[in-house]
């Protein structure tokens, strides 16, 4: 079973330019995560799907991030326009059940996002 | 705020050894918990899951809970160079902007074992 895709792996922009990531979650998963994981933390989540709709947005900073999944399938995250700190990598997840206690989330590769 | 701790190490242990990884949560109600290992410039990968109290083995690895104190370990028997990587835990909490579940994650222990 193939795992979950991500591009691009690395992107390197300078402060104010726009940038999109993209991930193709495990085959039949119906949740989708957006996580951003700073150098010596943990992932912190930006936004969940469940399909198409949004569960939660709660920690995406919406002035400048946003994220789309449409179809249900393939997901896209943008910044715009990127700063500094929002240098981090960007790692997209899914899971097979619909996002409760017991769901079990799966990452891929990540892409590391340099803002110069 | 929710929180989840974890000593941020580095832990090192010598290769044979059982490597004793520790860390507790905030939110009395969380109900299942998650150890992801991450080598160095890799993404988070699943190692075990535990939902009731008490231990739960798969291979090498000894997930062990305790919800009274708010405190869940991983132990690693027999460990080996190839653990080397920082050890996540993570707990599923109820987000309260949403009141979905969210995975909220510790900032990591990095274990090394020593040949």
């Known amino acids: 079973e193939a795992g979950v895709a991500q591009s691009p792996r690395y992107k390197i922009i300078e402060k104010r330019q726009s940038v999109a990531f993209w991930c193709n979650p495990i085959s039949g998963h119906a949740t989708l995560y957006w996580y951003q994981q700073i150098l010596g933390q943990g992932p912190k989540l930006l936004i969940q799907?469940?399909?198409?709709?949004?569960?939660?947005d709660s920690q995406l900073p919406k002035d400048r991030f946003s994220a789309e999944r449409l179809k249900g399938v393939d997901s896209t995250l943008k910044i715009q326009p990127a700063k500094l700190e929002d240098s981090a990598v960007y790692l997209c997840?899914?899971?097979?059940?619909?996002?409760?206690?017991?769901?079990?989330?799966?990452f891929g590769p990540g892409t590391r996002l340099t803002v110069l | 705020q929710k929180e989840v701790e974890q000593n941020s190490g580095p832990l090192s242990v010598p290769e044979g050894a059982i490597a004793s990884l520790n860390c507790t949560y905030s939110d009395r109600g969380s109900q299942s918990f998650f150890w992801y290992r991450q080598y160095s410039g890799k993404s988070p990968e699943l190692i075990m899951f535990?939902?009731?109290?008490g231990d739960k083995e798969d291979g090498r690895f000894t997930a062990q809970l305790n919800k009274a104190s708010q405190y869940v370990s991983l132990l690693i028997r027999d460990s080996q160079p190839s653990d080397s990587a920082t050890y996540l835990c993570?707990?599923?909490?109820?987000?309260?902007?949403?009141?979905?579940?969210?995975?909220?994650f510790g900032k990591g222990t990095k274990l090394s074992v020593i040949p």
């Open positions: 799907f469940q399909n198409n709709g949004v569960v939660d």
């Open positions: 993570a707990v599923n909490i109820v987000s309260s902007g949403a009141g979905s579940y969210q995975l909220t």
């Open positions: 535990i939902y009731s109290n």
């Open positions: 997840a899914s899971s097979s059940s619909s996002g409760g206690w017991a769901d079990t989330q799966y």
